[in-house]
């Protein structure tokens, strides 16, 4: 959202203290924000009648109707439900946050507060409903676009033409967005403020993507644009990496996340792990999501179907609110949610017709059995095909899967440092990637266009070259074709590689591209982890990770202790309180400050923890304190404490 646009923008304050009414109008008022005011829960919600605003600061405790319930009442009206809205509170507990999201808020701000991270976070939030408002808006015109049109031939091509260019249009400024959120991560001069703003920003953009994904994948379904890719996998450590990832949503809200498979489940399989991995993460997430007590389940079994074939037969069971029957029969329909959704207020309606369809193309299907106030079991079934042992690509998958939550901080120098040509229109871009590259240790240069590219190439002889596919003058095809062929022409070495950038989500683009030449392929917005795979897959370079802080380390050769409960012992227990509610919350921000206190004599403890933050491990972090809570319950005085971690450590 621009500044001009945020000047409009008309704030609702509601807090019953006069002295905080004038103090947040003043502070707002200087950036520029249309403020009206209310002194508790009914003029709120009379205030809205007269004119929405564009977001809600609510306090929660006030005389008559408090925050709580101001902010159900809200929600539970047509007219205000889409109106983002933060609690402003002095309670700080963990259960009173999670209270306030569940019924709808989109943050919290703990007074007293300061006011760039209110300021930060308003900003933030409005940009954010903008764009859900867009992406709706363009959804709306889409589907108006298809039905007006009679013969399914001509809808299908109107929503690939617009799906194409709402893909470029959408997902390039997101590459930007996340990109550079990435690289200004990398400041070791950040404060943790700064950093945490970052991680909103890098959170919401995500967050984003994943709707803009979900628009265009249940699109590209029904247009027949979808198409299998069976390759090996390791299914086992597919299971663990959904595990690790839900484990602490699930934490969070005190569920029990539970794994069965049954003994005969093989190991290695080759089917569509990409879209399997779909499917299991939006049930899941589903699951965990509408269940507030309780657990959930995931279970999987096997059924031999002759020679290699295995039919996998998967059962995700929760113990949430369930779905009333006369919901059952459109549950599976696109932009239908039941009414435990519409309290959640979550979610586009696309994740369950998403998974049938993706089911149903892996040759299975899918059924679900539910009952209100009981818990709901969706159950699927998919062939796949079992592999003996793995192969050479899936071993290397699984070793690059393993570096890549570590950070890359330079190349490992052998030899001359190789040189990498960006060609890019769009300046941000190509900035971005130059960037990365640079302060990694490569030589880098730009092009603007394919032309440029061309001419380049011939001059400097670059090792490799990252080219996008849409550009005026001339595009990416047109470039690759000429230097391919050139170089066969004059029998030049370089450039080993030509990898495509587009922003585009069809799958049909990437067989477009590696037939005029290219060698590779990758998607905006993209990864740091991935550009230095294929970086590394195809001029065979080695770099270095970091471990903590600005300490990089090579993950090859050097390793981090994972730490235990006798680690503890020198640390107070209200330090170790803080330490289990950030894990608990998963507030990064929390865990890091608790990291920075720990005695430079506990080095290995405090890297350990590092390590399990950087990989998103905050459920270990959490167990961990899990073990230290029930100790310390159980032991009278800390000297009892001391000679219990000496005898039980070895339990961990």
Same mark, same amino acid.
């Given at each position: 959202?621009?500044?001009?646009?945020?000047?409009?923008? !008309?704030?609702?304050?509601?807090?019953?203290?006069?002295?905080?009414?004038?103090?947040?109008?003043?502070?707002?008022?200087?950036?520029?924000?249309?403020?009206?005011?209310?002194?508790?829960?009914?003029?709120?919600?009379?205030?809205?009648?007269?004119?929405?605003?564009?977001?809600?600061?609510?306090?929660?405790?006030?005389?008559?109707?408090?925050?709580?319930?101001?902010?159900?009442?809200?929600?539970?009206?047509?007219?205000?439900?889409?109106?983002?809205?933060?609690?402003?509170? /002095?309670?700080?507990?963990?259960?009173?946050?999670?209270?306030?999201?569940? #019924?709808?808020?989109?943050?919290?701000?703990?007074?007293?507060?300061?006011?760039?991270?209110?300021?930060?976070?308003?900003?933030?939030?409005?940009?954010?409903? =903008?764009?859900?408002?867009?992406?709706?808006?363009?959804?709306?015109?889409?589907?108006?676009?298809?039905?007006?049109?009679?013969?399914?031939?001509?809808?299908?091509?109107?929503?690939?033409?617009?799906?194409?260019?709402?893909?470029?249009?959408?997902?390039?400024?997101?590459?930007?967005?996340?990109?550079?959120?990435?690289?200004?991560?990398?400041?070791?001069?950040?404060?943790?403020?700064?950093?945490?703003?970052?991680?909103?920003?890098?959170?919401?953009?995500?967050?984003?993507?994943?709707?803009?994904?979900?628009?265009?994948?249940?699109?590209?379904?029904?247009?027949?644009?979808?198409?299998?890719?069976?390759?090996?996998?390791?299914?086992?450590?597919?299971?663990?990496?959904?595990?690790?990832?839900?484990?602490?949503?699930?934490?969070?809200?005190?569920?029990?996340?539970?794994?069965? =498979?049954?003994?005969?489940?093989?190991?290695?399989?080759?089917?569509?792990?990409?879209?399997?991995?779909?499917?299991?993460?939006?049930?899941?997430?589903?699951?965990?999501?509408?269940?507030?007590?309780?657990?959930?389940?995931?279970?999987?079994?096997?059924?031999?179907?002759?020679?290699?074939?295995?039919?996998?037969?998967?059962?995700?069971?929760?113990?949430?609110?369930?779905?009333?029957?006369?919901?059952?029969?459109?549950?599976?329909?696109?932009?239908?949610?039941?009414?435990?959704?519409?309290?959640?207020?979550?979610?586009?309606?696309?994740?369950?017709?998403?998974?049938?369809?993706?089911?149903?193309?892996?040759?299975?299907?899918?059924?679900?059995?539910? /009952?209100?106030?009981?818990?709901?079991?969706?159950?699927?079934?998919?062939?796949?095909?079992?592999?003996?042992?793995?192969?050479?690509?899936?071993?290397?998958?699984?070793?690059?899967?393993?570096?890549?939550?570590?950070?890359?901080?330079?190349?490992?120098?052998?030899?001359?440092?190789?040189?990498?040509?960006?060609?890019?229109?769009?300046?941000?871009?190509?900035?971005?990637?130059?960037?990365?590259?640079?302060?990694?240790?490569?030589?880098?240069?730009?092009?603007?266009?394919?032309?440029? /590219?061309?001419?380049?190439?011939?001059?400097?002889?670059?090792?490799?070259?990252?080219?996008?596919?849409?550009?005026?003058?001339?595009?990416?095809?047109?470039?690759?074709?000429?230097?391919?062929?050139?170089?066969?022409?004059?029998?030049?070495?370089?450039?080993? /590689?030509?990898?495509?950038?587009?922003?585009?989500?069809?799958?049909?683009?990437?067989?477009?591209?590696?037939?005029?030449?290219?060698?590779?392929?990758?998607?905006?917005?993209?990864?740091?982890?991935? #550009?230095?795979?294929?970086?590394?897959?195809?001029?065979?370079?080695?770099?270095?990770?970091?471990?903590?802080?600005? !300490?990089?380390?090579?993950?090859?050769?050097?390793?981090?202790?994972?730490?235990?409960?006798?680690?503890?012992?020198?640390?107070?227990?209200?330090?170790?309180?803080?330490?289990?509610?950030?894990?608990?919350?998963?507030?990064?921000?929390?865990?890091?400050?608790?990291?920075?206190?720990?005695?430079?004599?506990?080095?290995?403890?405090?890297?350990?923890?590092?390590?399990?933050?950087?990989?998103?491990?905050?459920?270990?972090?959490?167990?961990?304190?899990?073990?230290?809570?029930?100790?310390?319950?159980?032991?009278?005085?800390?000297?009892?404490?001391?000679?219990?971690?000496?005898?039980?450590?070895?339990?961990?």
């Amino acid at each position: 959202m621009t500044v001009e646009s945020q000047a409009h923008a !008309v704030i609702l304050i509601v807090d019953d203290n006069p002295t905080n009414l004038g103090v947040l109008s003043a502070h707002l008022e200087c950036a520029g924000f249309s403020l009206r005011v209310a002194q508790d829960g009914e003029s709120a919600l009379q205030a809205v009648t007269y004119r929405v605003p564009d977001l809600i600061l609510l306090d929660i405790l006030m005389p008559g109707l408090d925050g709580f319930e101001t902010c159900r009442r809200l929600k539970n009206n047509p007219l205000t439900r889409e109106i983002p809205v933060i609690f402003m509170s /002095a309670l700080s507990d963990a259960v009173d946050k999670v209270k306030g999201l569940s #019924i709808g808020a989109v943050d919290y701000i703990t007074k007293p507060f300061q006011r760039e991270e209110v300021l930060a976070r308003i900003r933030l939030h409005l940009k954010l409903s =903008r764009l859900a408002q867009a992406l709706a808006d363009r959804n709306h015109r889409l589907e108006e676009e298809i039905q007006q049109r009679h013969h399914a031939e001509g809808a299908n091509r109107a929503k690939s033409q617009f799906l194409a260019k709402m893909s470029h249009e959408l997902r390039t400024p997101l590459n930007a967005i996340l990109g550079f959120s990435q690289l200004m991560a990398r400041d070791p001069s950040l404060t943790s403020q700064q950093e945490e703003y970052l991680r909103i920003i890098c959170r919401s953009g995500e967050h984003l993507l994943t709707l803009v994904n979900d628009v265009l994948e249940l699109s590209k379904i029904e247009a027949g644009k979808v198409t299998l890719k069976e390759t090996p996998f390791d299914l086992d450590r597919l299971l663990q990496g959904l595990r690790d990832m839900l484990q602490w949503r699930a934490n969070a809200k005190q569920l029990a996340l539970e794994f069965y =498979r049954a003994d005969d489940v093989p190991q290695y399989v080759c089917a569509d792990e990409g879209k399997l991995r779909q499917v299991l993460i939006n049930l899941l997430s589903n699951a965990i999501k509408f269940t507030e007590i309780g657990h959930v389940m995931l279970r999987l079994g096997a059924k031999r179907q002759g020679g290699d074939r295995v039919m996998l037969y998967f059962e995700v069971e929760d113990t949430g609110s369930g779905i009333a029957p006369d919901e059952l029969d459109v549950i599976f329909e696109a932009f239908v949610q039941t009414q435990t959704g519409h309290r959640a207020q979550e979610g586009t309606g696309l994740g369950l017709p998403i998974c049938r369809q993706l089911v149903q193309l892996m040759g299975g299907e899918i059924t679900i059995d539910s /009952a209100v106030g009981v818990g709901t079991i969706l159950h699927f079934h998919v062939p796949v095909t079992v592999e003996v042992k793995p192969e050479p690509e899936l071993a290397r998958s699984i070793a690059v899967e393993e570096r890549s939550n570590a950070r890359v901080v330079s190349l490992i120098s052998e030899g001359d440092v190789p040189r990498i040509l960006v060609v890019d229109d769009l300046r941000e871009s190509r900035q971005l990637l130059t960037n990365l590259l640079e302060m990694t240790g490569f030589e880098v240069r730009e092009a603007e266009d394919g032309r440029v /590219a061309i001419d380049l190439w011939r001059s400097w002889q670059p090792d490799l070259i990252w080219m996008d596919v849409r550009m005026p003058v001339m595009d990416g095809y047109e470039a690759t074709r000429q230097i391919k062929a050139e170089r066969d022409e004059k029998g030049l070495v370089n450039p080993k /590689a030509i990898i495509a950038l587009t922003a585009s989500a069809f799958e049909e683009d990437r067989a477009a591209v590696l037939a005029v030449g290219c060698d590779d392929f990758v998607r905006k917005p993209f990864r740091e982890a991935e #550009i230095f795979d294929k970086i590394a897959r195809h001029l065979g370079v080695r770099y270095r990770y970091e471990a903590r802080g600005d !300490v990089p380390f090579d993950r090859e050769s050097d390793g981090v202790r994972e730490p235990v409960l006798e680690d503890l012992a020198q640390m107070s227990e209200a330090w170790c309180e803080r330490l289990r509610w950030g894990a608990m919350s998963a507030n990064e921000t929390v865990v890091r400050e608790a990291i920075a206190e720990i005695p430079e004599s506990q080095e290995s403890f405090a890297r350990g923890l590092i390590a399990w933050v950087e990989d998103f491990r905050f459920d270990k972090i959490f167990a961990l304190m899990q073990v230290w809570e029930t100790e310390v319950s159980e032991i009278e005085n800390a000297a009892n404490w001391q000679e219990s971690l000496s005898r039980d450590s070895s339990s961990l």
